[in-house]
């Protein structure tokens, strides 16, 4: 039962993520991100089936909840409706594909050579204080690279926002 749940929220996880970005329903950016509303649900409910019930429900209640507003909340102060009709141009559509191509070749040779074991840690399967600890300790450097990730894209919203006001 577990495998079939398992390729369930993983298809659900691949096909709304593929349809955040290539959407052939709709070329609404409000479409993509109700897409990756769906596609947060489903990776949470990966992480109820990995016995992670705390991850699973911060992924829904901080990312599908509050981040999602947030995204909707800059889509629509920044009205992107003119930014949908833009055709998308073959030349940059290449570029692109072969950017983060390379750059996936270039990750997966990091990390196939890396020689790093996968950090597996089955004492913290379920408990919220061991998970605290190890994130504050462990992980803080990305923690913090995470905060002022977000905190630098609100910042540019702000000046975005405030240069069409004028």
């Known amino acids: 039962m577990t495998d079939a749940l398992f ?3 993983a298809a659900m996880s691949l096909l709304f993520g593929f349809l955040v970005v290539a959407n052939p ?7 993509s991100v109700m897409f990756l509303v769906l596609t947060i649900v489903s990776l949470a ?18 990312y599908a909840g ?5 995204f909707l909340f800059v889509i629509m102060l920044l ?3 003119e930014e949908t009709k833009r055709r998308i141009k073959l030349f940059g559509a290449l570029t692109g594909l072969g950017t983060v191509g390379g750059l996936a070749a270039l990750l997966t040779h990091t990390l196939w050579n890396s020689g790093i074991p996968t950090p ?3 004492s913290l399967e379920g408990e919220t204080k061991l998970l605290g600890q190890v994130l504050f300790t462990q992980y803080l450097l ?3 690279i995470v905060s002022i990730l977000i905190l630098v894209a609100m910042v540019g919203v702000i000046l975005l926002s405030k240069r069409e006001l004028k």
């Open 120 to 122: 597996m840690n089955p």
């Open 79 to 81: 009205n992107i409706a």
């Open 45 to 62: 409910g990966l992480f109820v089936l990995l016995h992670a019930f705390f991850l699973a429900a911060v992924q829904v209640l901080v």
């Open 66 to 70: 509050a981040v999602m507003v947030l």
């Open 7 to 9: 390729y369930l929220f």
């Open 142 to 144: 990305p923690f913090e």
């Open 25 to 31: 329903f709709s070329r609404n950016p409000v479409t």
